[in-house]
């Protein structure tokens, strides 16, 4: 499971003209999910968001995670994630979950945030999205479970 985050002022998602997720500060994060991933990979990527320390202490230092500062999370599927362009141009989505065992586990990622105290926003699986964000930094981090 890979979840690539970018630091935030602001992040939303829009699809067909309404925009089901809004955040302000926080964290905007894309999940994919491959085949071998399983609720313990959900559960172990949000604790990693969740205690990733990419936010500015009071010294402009980035010393805190989002639970210590905003709360706030955008959590978008994105199965483009586990693209692979080893043979050319045209990348191979072969090493990408189907969308009938991914969506239970994003889901699961969003459950979990949740439970430990964030104030999550999502995108809506299965249909185009339009993510629109304030990348603050800037700062982005890609990690994998």
Not at 30 to 43: F, M, W
Not at 57 to 74: K, Q, Y
Not at 103 to 113: F, I, K, N, R, Y
């Amino acid at each position: 499971m890979r979840g690539l985050v970018q630091r935030v002022r602001e992040a939303s998602v829009t699809v067909d003209g309404d925009q089901v997720g809004r955040i302000g500060p926080g964290l905007c994060v894309l999940v994919g999910v491959t085949h071998t991933d399983g609720e313990a990979e959900a559960h172990k990527l949000a604790e990693k968001i969740w205690h990733l320390r990419v936010m500015d202490d009071d010294a402009g230092v980035m010393n805190r995670s989002v639970a210590d500062t905003t709360r706030e999370v955008l959590v978008v599927s994105q199965f483009t994630l586990y693209g692979d362009t080893n043979g050319g141009r045209r990348p191979s989505w072969i090493a990408a979950a189907r969308p009938e065992h991914a969506e239970p586990l994003v889901t699961a990622v969003v459950d979990q945030l949740c439970t430990l105290g964030a104030t999550v926003a999502t995108g809506r699986f299965r249909t185009e999205m339009l993510v629109s964000l304030v990348n603050d930094g800037p700062v982005t981090v890609l990690l994998e479970v």
